[in-house]
């Protein structure tokens, strides 16, 4: 079953200055939970553009997974799509999407990723991977808001 994540928060700093700050894949540990244990493997600095490859290790139920997406496509500053290759999702597609917003930005996020092992994943998911990717989420809500001085709306789940 096609599961969806959808969030989107506004940030009063221009454009061109948030999407500066994602389309880094080195800043993905700033807005990352410290207990997922997400390193880069890829060599930096990574040159963002479509077919861009990135490599790196999360940890899911405590243990390490390699994970590798690919850029599938790249708008800059409007926004880019990450797809898993390798990981421990059946399918994972996030689209980031940054739109003007009077002199801010909102920062629009969609995931849509497939469990494996059928029913059984669908039931993982509704008890236990929602509950995380909605953690993930809310911390890289607060992260941002961090990063950007509290220069934040309230987020929509």
């Known amino acids: 079953m096609l599961h969806r994540l959808h969030r989107e928060m506004t940030i009063a700093r221009p454009r061109d200055t948030v999407f500066g700050f994602f389309e880094r894949p080195e800043n993905l540990s700033l807005i990352t939970p410290k207990s997922m244990g997400f390193r880069i493997l890829t060599p930096q600095p990574i040159d963002m553009r479509q077919g861009a490859l990135i490599d790196y290790t999360v940890k899911v139920m405590g243990l390490p997974v390699h994970w590798t997406t690919i850029i599938s496509a790249y708008d800059p500053p409007h926004s880019f799509v990450d797809v898993q290759l390798r990981g421990p999702y059946t399918f994972w597609h996030h689209t980031h999407r940054f ?27 509704r008890f236990l991977v929602r509950r995380q990717l909605d953690t ?13 001085d509290g220069d934040i709306t309230q987020p929509i789940r």
């Open 99 to 125: 739109e003007k917003e009077g002199d801010g930005t909102r920062i629009i996020d969609d995931v849509q990723y497939v469990l494996p092992m059928g029913p059984l994943g669908d039931l993982v998911n």
């Open 136 to 148: 993930i989420f809310d911390y890289r809500t607060e992260a941002i808001a961090r990063i950007f």
